[in-house]
């Protein structure tokens, strides 16, 4: 089997490129006894101000795909973030405003349910995780004092603060960053929330439209591929933080600090990535994204059971994952 390493597939490219790598800091892990990792006496965390930092650029001007055709020609897709969905829960009871609990384009209800705290969420990150799914499930199914009772009264995955799904067509939709501060004019902890601050059923799912490729003037077909990424956002399912340069620009990260101003300072600095758990695709008509000898298909079908497994459990309505999902080949 070709190595994934040295020769990375289009959707190993793909994937690696829309992972946010977000600036991390270290505390004394004061996450909900709940939600603790266990054997860990400090955790990583990252602000949610940051994350969207990452986003920044990618929403102005796309991110650039390194795309091999069949041929052999290398090629430059280019992609730009747009909010699909994003659940928060948080720790503490958070003021929301009266009129608006949950976002909505067309006023749909709410689709959380009392009745999803006797479901339990079973699902193993693809990455690194600290927990999975099913231990964080049999913590949240009994009291401290071990009864098996569901605790109904204890908001065990959280307090929901938002809960938006985006429901118009992707051509009335503004990039994610331009979202995010519309959103952030009614929840305001948009841009103060930590990760942990969060429960673990918090996440976000971005969709990823294409705009243009150089050079121009390829007739492929699955370059009008359109994805949809998710991600958690919880320091509970988190991925070891690495070193990085903090000037690195390939990806994207904070290549602008808060005051619009280009760091020209060399030094690393510890990132957490916020690699896609789930995927889902749209328009994927050939084999670009699915390169032969290597394990793209298994990994594909991988994340996109994850995806519809993790909205099944948390009996979360995904317009955009139903749209994707009913026009989906895989």
């Not at 991600?231 to 005051?259: I, M, P, Y």
Request: glycine share 4%; with cysteine.
């Amino acid at each position: 089997m070709e190595s994934l390493t040295t020769c990375p597939s289009n959707l190993e490219s793909f994937l690696n490129r829309v992972t946010p790598t977000v600036p991390s800091q270290e505390c004394a892990q004061d996450l909900n006894d709940r939600w603790r990792v266990p054997g860990q006496d400090k955790v990583e965390y990252f602000s949610l101000a940051d994350l969207w930092d990452c986003y920044d650029e990618w929403s102005a001007y796309g991110i650039g795909i390194p795309i091999k055709l069949d041929g052999g020609e290398d090629i430059k897709q280019y992609y730009v973030p747009y909010l699909s969905a994003i659940h928060i829960y948080t720790c503490k009871s958070m003021t929301t405003p009266s009129s608006i609990r949950t976002v909505k384009e067309d006023s749909e209800s709410d689709c959380w349910s009392d009745d999803s705290e006797n479901n339990k969420l079973s699902r193993s990150l693809s990455n690194d995780s600290s927990k999975t799914w099913d231990t964080i499930s049999d913590d949240f199914s009994s009291d401290p004092e071990g009864s098996s009772l569901p605790m109904r009264n204890l908001h065990h995955l959280g307090h929901l603060y938002l809960q938006h799904n985006e429901m118009s067509s992707p051509y009335w939709r503004i990039p994610l960053v331009d979202k995010i501060v519309e959103l952030s004019k009614n929840y305001p902890a948009l841009m103060t929330l930590k990760s942990v601050d969060l429960s673990p059923a918090s996440w976000m799912a971005v969709a990823w439209y294409p705009i243009y490729h150089i050079p121009l003037g390829r007739n492929v077909k699955d370059l009008s591929t359109c994805f949809l990424t998710y991600h958690t956002l919880s320091s509970s399912f988190q991925d070891v933080a690495v070193d990085v340069d903090d000037d690195e620009k390939e990806k994207g990260k904070n290549s602008v600090s808060r005051e619009g101003e280009r760091s020209g300072r060399r030094r690393r600095r510890r990132r957490v990535p916020l690699h896609p758990f789930g995927l889902a695709t749209y328009k994927m008509q050939g084999n670009l994204w699915i390169k032969q000898q290597t394990s793209d298909q298994e990994k594909m079908i991988y994340l996109h059971c994850a995806a519809d497994s993790w909205l099944k459990q948390l009996k979360a309505d995904h317009h955009d994952y139903y749209f994707f999902t009913s026009h989906s080949t895989i």
